[in-house]
């Protein structure tokens, strides 16, 4: 679920049902406006729950998304997805990194952030084959991770091939938020 586009839906859809006797008179509907136009019922539902979603769980899911390669060695490239606000271990903004196979679609990998209010996640990225095993990593940063210092941030980089940590970066200071871009 997501808020912002949840909203952004359902505001769109509310509009095409308000003006739809107006709409439906023109009787001239391009195609592609034609099948919006048709499906704005389930526009507006799925608008709705997103936003239910959204305020449920606001877990940020999709907030950064990248090309990854190809991760799994299927010769497809695949989808790196973070979601800094999710909460696998009931913390608050522990935040995640989702691995996805370009091919399957299915999940390859989900690499859960651990410190509270971490946010892994905010920022993901292909990290290209840093280990030389044939396989392209992944890297994800978790800007306001207090390991090291209070909200000095990290970045971390797992192995393509078996989802094994390669490298962690760890911040120095607090404040400089290292992992909000990677």
């Not at 859960?112 to 992944?138: F, H, T």
Request: hydrophobic share 45%; charged share 15%; net charge negative.
């Amino acid at each position: 679920g997501d808020i912002g586009h949840g909203v952004m839906m359902v505001v769109f859809a509310a509009l095409l049902v308000y003006y739809e006797r107006r709409i439906l008179a023109t009787r001239k509907l391009n195609e592609i406006f034609a099948m919006i136009f048709g499906g704005r019922y389930l526009l507006l539902c799925m608008g709705l729950f997103a936003t239910y979603l959204g305020v449920l769980y606001n877990d940020f899911f999709g907030f950064s998304v990248s090309g990854g390669g190809d991760i799994d060695g299927d010769g497809v490239p695949d989808l790196i997805v973070g979601a800094y606000g999710d909460e696998p271990l009931n913390n608050l903004d522990t935040g995640a990194v989702y691995v996805f196979s370009g091919r399957t679609h299915a999940q390859i990998y989900h690499f859960p952030g651990a410190g509270i209010e971490s946010r892994l996640g905010y920022s993901v990225g292909g990290a290209g084959d840093v280990n030389a095993d044939g396989y392209a990593d992944v890297i994800g940063g978790a800007y306001s991770d207090n390991t090291a210092a209070g909200a000095a941030g990290l970045a971390i980089d797992w192995s393509g091939k078996d989802g094994s940590v390669l490298w962690t970066f760890n911040g120095q200071l607090a404040g400089p938020y290292l992992g909000f871009r990677v």
